[in-house]
């Protein structure tokens, strides 16, 4: 499900829900070869997830018949590759598994002379309102290597503005490929070399990693994690697999009601607020001590827990998202056939998990999305003890100009340094001296943060 950055989240508007959705606690039982779904919480899940699932057969694949590895680009976890739709021009493209429907722009539906005779609502997670989806009848997806194309036809994807991903990266999105992609390829991507595999159907795979069980569902994939709380308490949940969510993990606030003391509420931390499909998203932070996937055991995970409970959260089913702050630390793949995922570990395994530490929210302007300002600032956060401001644009971060959004985001993460900013207020350019400190951390003054960081004051 692609994105808005949730602290790194960034959230994909195409899922639709039904309001009245049924109540489950520990939907799924992982026991170590198998996710086991009954068939009423597979009805209930295809209806919260699903409805916008690809509407044409996707019995157009044309590909060849060895795998085809293309390069990619991969900012704020999100992977992007060039694709076409039609005989559009180059696209901006994210492959996105948590999409249970593929994605293009108005304006390349416009340009591509794209038509539409149906229409749906969808409903993100934020609490707001919908935004109504125009489904295309029939066109073609289109990427890989020029001798070894690899296309989609008759193709039925919904027309959705998603320029607020393209704000909170910094990089144009033209174009999602969701679920009739992963149904129609088995996908390997290796984040550390930014490459794409596709595996045809009748292509010899033989994928590196542990294997770990997924439960496709609405043409998506789930997988049972656990969650360790700081009590030492253990809850298994149901997890969408979701490289379009950019941040490392979201956690269904029902999900936490059903299993009170989880987590400590004083644990909880606030995140400035984020705009996506169904409105304005404002959430909290916590660290998580430990959550399991297969084998694997990942310590202060940061997850974020949304205020509201819309969308696809609606369902007390889905436990959460593991997003690309996870998925990123491996070379992942996505067999769908084989109702499996491989994850290989790559050299960001043991990393520790950052997040924002300057309680500042930065997206950038359209049209070629370079310039960078800030939208939002948390009262008490180093930022606005630094004394910036919504509206603020930054010019330069410790020197260096032109730096993409996702490379000041990182940036901003790095807790205990501070980063020096140029920063233009009409009609002034001030020197800014920023002093990131974890939000978990408790306030100090910018004095203190400031002496903390080994740099001078503002």
């Not at 018949?65 to 005989?87: C, E, H, K, R």
């Not at 992609?181 to 984040?191: E, G, L």
Request: with cysteine; hydrophobic share 40%; glycine share 10%.
């Amino acid at each position: 499900m692609v994105a808005h950055q949730f602290s790194g989240r960034i959230l994909n508007g195409c899922r639709r829900t039904t309001p009245s959705l049924a109540q489950f606690t520990n939907p799924a039982a992982y026991n170590g070869s198998e996710v086991k779904i009954n068939a009423y919480m597979r009805e209930s899940i295809l209806v919260s997830v699903g409805l916008l699932v690809c509407l044409s057969p996707l019995c157009g694949a044309q590909q060849s018949a060895s795998p085809v590895t293309i390069s990619t680009q991969v900012a704020l976890g999100l992977v992007y590759m060039q694709g076409q739709v039609n005989d559009s021009g180059p696209l901006n493209v994210i492959l996105d598994s948590g999409a249970s429907a593929s994605i293009v722009s108005p304006q390349v539906a416009e340009a591509a002379g794209l038509t539409s005779a149906r229409s749906a609502e969808a409903a993100g997670i934020g609490k707001g309102s919908s935004q109504t989806l125009r489904l295309i009848d029939s066109c073609e997806f289109k990427w890989g290597a020029s001798k070894k194309q690899l296309s989609l036809t008759h193709q039925g994807p919904a027309i959705l503005p998603i320029d607020y991903i393209s704000a909170q990266v910094g990089k144009r999105v033209d174009a999602i490929f969701g679920s009739n992609v992963f149904v129609s390829f088995s996908i390997t991507v290796d984040y550390e070399h930014e490459t794409a595999t596709f595996f045809p159907p009748g292509a010899e795979l033989h994928p590196s990693g542990t294997p770990i069980p997924i439960q496709v569902s609405g043409k998506v994939p789930f997988v049972t994690a656990t969650v360790e709380g700081e009590n030492g308490k253990t809850v298994s949940g149901l997890f969408l697999v979701d490289s379009g969510t950019a941040g490392q993990l979201i956690l269904n606030r029902k999900f936490l009601e059903a299993h009170p003391g989880l987590l400590a509420t004083g644990s909880f931390v606030d995140a400035p607020a984020v705009s996506a499909v169904g409105g304005e998203i404002r959430f909290k932070i916590v660290r998580v001590p430990r959550i399991g996937v297969g084998p694997h055991l990942f310590s202060g995970v940061v997850a974020a827990v949304p205020e509201s409970s819309s969308g696809v959260l609606e369902n007390a089913a889905i436990a959460g998202f593991i997003g690309a702050g996870l998925l990123s630390r491996f070379t992942v793949t996505w067999d769908y056939a084989n109702q499996r995922m491989y994850l290989l570990p790559n050299d960001s395994l043991e990393r520790p998990f950052e997040t924002d530490a300057s309680g500042a929210h930065l997206t950038a302007k359209a049209p070629d999305y370079r310039t960078i300002s800030i939208d939002s600032v948390l009262p008490g956060s180093p930022a606005a003890k630094a004394g910036l401001t919504p509206g603020d644009e930054i010019r330069s971060v410790n020197g260096v100009t032109g730096l993409p959004l996702w490379k000041v985001v990182e940036a901003f993460r790095k807790a205990g340094t501070a980063v020096e900013l140029a920063v233009e207020r009409t009609p002034d350019t001030l020197k800014v001296t920023l002093p990131l400190r974890s939000p978990f951390q408790r306030s100090a003054s910018t004095e203190t943060l400031t002496k903390e960081a080994g740099k001078p004051g503002i």
